[in-house]
């Protein structure tokens, strides 16, 4: 018999298990938390790295970013807790939190690119950080009106595929 219609490897997996969307939602639950220890081995690095080279700036920087994106993850998290159309002060809070955060970091980053850029590209970068604030009060404060989303009709009255004539109207 040849080797080929033979399996060398005995690994047994019932089929429930492959396709299963418990261990998937598992795996990815898992995710955020690579990313946040990606965060602090690189923090941690950059910091021995500034410390050495005795740059207060970089250091007070990454501190700074570092416990920054751990209070806008914070916040986004519990942005998306609250129903969408909530119209409460904490709603607006965390959208004007998360604006704010999210614009210094930005910033902080168009700083410290700045400082070894020409003023041209130091200029754009600039430019692109203001842009992306405005998008961002765009998308918070414009665009996330719950009032644009409402239907003129009402929940109740339901739509019929029938055509009928207008009633006139008495006025």
Known sequence: MSSIGRSTSR????????NNTENKDYSLSLLPYFAY???????MSTIYRAYI?????????????????????????????????DNSQKKEFLKFT???????ILFGFACQFATFLNLAASLS????????????LYVYFVYDDPKMFRS?????????????KPSPEIV
Request: proline content about 6%; overall charge positive.
């Open 53 to 85: 080279h005795n740059d207060l700036p970089m250091i007070i920087f990454i501190v700074f970013v570092y416990f920054a994106y751990f209070m806008l993850d914070h916040c986004f998290t519990e942005f998306n807790k609250l129903p969408p159309n």
């Open 152 to 164: 003129s009709r009402p929940k109740n009255e339901k739509v019929s595929s029938k055509k009928t």
């Open 98 to 104: 998360i604006c704010v955060l999210s614009t210094s």
């Open 37 to 43: 220890l990606n965060l602090t081995i690189s923090s």
């Open 125 to 136: 970068i600039f430019l692109l950080v203001i842009a992306s604030s405005f998008c961002l």
């Open 11 to 18: 690994i047994h997996t019932p089929l429930s298990s492959c």
